[in-house]
């Protein structure tokens, strides 16, 4: 579980830089979303690991409020991005 959170959360800043990297708006649109994918595929996994009670409360509150404020700050750059093309 810990192995998928981490690949999850690695992912995120990674499609945001290979989009990037592209040089073309659409590009970076379309990695943007997988971005958003690859954070909910780890919200997910939170959920799952609380379920499973390989994580207390607080810190899954913690960590949940955190990822859900990574997922508006990430979904306001992938408007404005839309906004480009």
Do not use: V, W
Not at 31 to 60: C, D, G, P, R, V
């Amino acid at each position: 579980m810990t192995s998928q959170i981490s690949r999850s959360s690695i992912s995120i800043p990674s499609n945001i830089a290979e989009g990037y990297g592209r040089d073309d708006n659409k590009d970076y649109l379309k990695f943007s979303n997988i971005a958003i994918a690859s954070l909910f595929k780890m919200q997910t996994q939170l959920e799952i690991s609380f379920n499973l009670k390989h994580t207390n409360e607080i810190q899954f509150n913690k960590t949940c409020g955190e990822s859900r404020e990574i997922e508006r700050m990430l979904s306001s750059f992938t408007r404005k991005i839309k906004e480009r093309i």
